[in-house]
């Protein structure tokens, strides 16, 4: 067999780029001839203003097509109410976020900054070093939160102090050869930890058995990585790691200008738009909706083909969270340039309010006796929509570690865990003039392994954040009389700025943000998810399925 003319292509061979950009001027850029060529000529201080100036506006500020996407979630009457009170609650916050002063965010995320160089351009010193003095400017001066564990030794970690160190990646570009074009992302935990990587067969490779096994998958991705989601699923791939690469590109729309059909001769990838509409319109059934029951599981959703070695069969699933936080940017010989962002977020809220979306509220007291809150959300059913005002605790990860071992050690229950609800959040950094700093719950599931541990003992029997938890949490509360409370992932601006009225350090103050606190809350939004019959919302949300050719499981 004789081999086919030699042809190439790009494997993600990205159209023209038609983002909007914005102006940061034009110092340390300039261009210098040697002979017949043109070089652009970038010095470390332009980099680093583009970086810092990136990291900030991603921080606050969102794409206007995402806040339209929330706007139309509030026009649609087959969103649920539950779907338009977050969405509401989101425009919220992106008002409040485009401020400048909290982030949209409490987990400000790690920064990822992925450059194409062109052969043309020529920078005075090691590019990362840049990048990262811009990064470091950003979170050390902004009210953003330090999220990055240096490994100290195998097993133990110390904060960094500075966000740093951040991911940097650095291509060379022949396609634009005398411009220097970035992309900045923020990924906070929640949304990072729903990227999932799976090696498949072709057994998965025809519409009837990928619609079922993504049927499961989906679902298994819950809500704690804040949804409603831009969903990315890319199929095939020459390796694993450039699978899920493709798949975080595509949930940023990096990838949207892709070719949309394949190629035999060079097997270049490129979008599948009708398999798109058909998984949107799948996440659309899956009852989960924008975090408590609906439709808007996902704003978009992109679909992306790669080619396969014929023994592999790598799948990708990412998704890109309601901090929906990237910008492109760019250095050319005319200076320095950042995607615009929306600035004014205020026109996309409607005219409706609150007293609108406030049918079937409950208000809940805090500031009662523990077995009086109790025997009050008893009275209510799952996705009972409620607003908390009282004293909460705040305690995530480091916190249950430490009160477990100590007690483990013998020593007592903190009285706080049985007095007050539990809040799994860990605030970003208070602004002055502020009781708090951006303070959203943060995934329910990482603390599951010590529920049954406290509540047969006594605490942690109302618990407050974001996402589905496992089954062993919802018979501890069926057991021991306990409840998990829903928190609306994303609006952490808005529950600072409206809601959160008193921040105390409590305990392990040498913890920084994963210390316990002692926090006075208003009209705190939550919605009943477990309760202390054995139900559990997401649990209804899952169902049997078919993989593949198999028996259902």
Known sequence: MMSPEFTYSDLLPVGPDTTKYRSLGTDGVRTLKVGELEFLEIAPEAIEKLTSTAIHDISH???AEHLQQLADILKDPEASPNDRFVALDLLKNANISAGGILPMCQDTGTAIVSGKKGQFVLTQSKDEVAISKGIYDAYTNLNLRYSQLA??????EKNTGNNLPAQIE???????YDEYNFLFIAKGGGSANKSFLYQETKAVLNPKSFMT??????????TAACPPYHLA????GTSAEHTVKTAKLASTKYLDSLPTKGDA?????????ELESQVLELTRTLGIGAQFGGKYFCHDVRVVRLPRHGASLPIAIAVSCSADRQAKGKITKDGIFLEELEREPAHFLPETTDEHLNDGVVNINLNQPM???LAELSKHPLKTRISLTGTLVVARDLAHAKIKEMMDQGAPMPDYLRDFAVYYAGPAKTPEGYASGSFGPTTAGRMDSYVEYFQSRGGSKIMLAKGNRSKAVTDSCKTYGGFYLGSIGGPAARLAQDCIKKVEVLDFAELGMEAVWKIDVVDFPAFIVVDDKGGDFFAETSKPITIGMGPKV
């Open 233 to 236: 699923i890319v199929i095939g």
């Open 61 to 63: 500020y969102l794409r």
């Open 213 to 222: 096994w993504l049927d499961e998958k989906l679902r298994s991705i819950g």
């Open 371 to 373: 077995a009086n809150v």
């Open 265 to 273: 001769a060079t097997g270049h990838g490129f979008r599948d738009l």
């Open 170 to 176: 650095i291509y060379a570009d022949s396609d634009h």
């Open 151 to 156: 490994p100290v030794t195998t097993w133990d």
